[in-house]
């Protein structure tokens, strides 16, 4: 693949990854619960991985040509999110000095942050309209080779603002318990709402 071609993904694919979604919102909560940040920033780029492979294998699109298929798939992610924003809401993430919690593994972190890519549609969605508009099949490359290299360039972009999204929450907010419980709340109401909007758009659709 030409430089050029990898410059012109890497310019489009940027804007999603810093635009706030669910995964900002999950890289916040991690960064203010310690140590959680990697864990949770690993797990969310394994579910991004997951649907690269999807998309190469050719299931992305098998799945995406198939409605029911693709609402079961929206309807999971969308019910998964929504837990999700109801807990960060019920019980936001507020750093309290003397105050003993229960220590919540990383491995835990990093399954949730799976199930929060693996399981989002828009993810899924977003890697099939994009990738293959990337590729040629008169490279020398094999086509699903080209979608899974745009596709790890994505990631590492993904990577490197998910850090800095979590570490930054780390350290401006681990000291500030109002603010915390504030963009905490934020996060959880911003995912109950993409959920919400996941499944409306399931049933008007």
Partial sequence: MSFSVLAAFWAVSFLFVITPGVDWAY????GMQGRKVIPAVSGML???LIAILVVAAGVG???ASHPVALSILT???ALYLFWLGLHMLRDPSVPQAGVVTVPVSGLRWAIKGVCISGLNPKVFLLFLALLPQFTSPLASTPVPVQIITLGLL???SCAVIYLVVGFG???VLS???AAARWVSRASGTA???IAAGLIAERILG
């Fill in 75 to 77: 309807v999971s992610g």
């Fill in 154 to 156: 994505h990631m590492a």
């Fill in 61 to 63: 699109g098998i799945v």
């Fill in 191 to 193: 995912m109950v709402f």
């Fill in 175 to 177: 000291t500030r318990p």
């Fill in 46 to 48: 394994c579910g991004h």
């Fill in 27 to 30: 890289a916040i909560s991690a």
């Fill in 169 to 171: 929450a780390q350290a």
